[in-house]
């Protein structure tokens, strides 16, 4: 019987495989879901650097959020993100959800990522 951690792994594994299909020279922008705090960052992973990132732990968000761990907080996130990686320069990108389902505050960073205008 697979376990839920082998589901996780199992599910992230294949998105990787998708991702490494689709990216070509692009970007990756990645999304890590803790149970108190949503993290996101943009990587090269030809030259293996994080060029922008955002998270609910920064203080700018702190103080605005009731929690970092709700689909509003997710959002925010995915706004600031995408506005640090305009800034640097890069508009497209592969979103990579990693073992997460495509749902909830995964979704909302997304979508919050896309109307901040990145494209993926």
């Given amino acids: 019987m697979a376990t839920t951690k082998d589901l996780f792994k199992r599910r992230k594994r294949r998105t990787r495989i998708q991702v490494r299909r689709r990216l070509g020279d692009r970007l990756r922008l990645t999304v890590f879901r803790s149970g108190k705090h949503m993290y996101a960052q943009v990587i090269d992973d030809n030259r293996g650097v ?16 009731r929690t970092g761990a709700d689909i509003e907080a997710a959002s925010a996130v995915g706004k600031l993100v995408a506005e640090r990686a305009m800034a640097a320069g890069f508009k497209e990108v592969v979103f990579d959800r990693g073992g997460y389902h495509y749902h909830g505050r ?10 901040g205008g990145l494209s993926f």
């Fill in 50 to 65: 994080t060029l922008a990132s955002a998270s609910t732990l920064e203080q700018g968000l702190r103080t605005k959020l």
């Fill in 106 to 115: 995964v979704k909302a960073l997304a979508e919050a990522a896309r109307e």
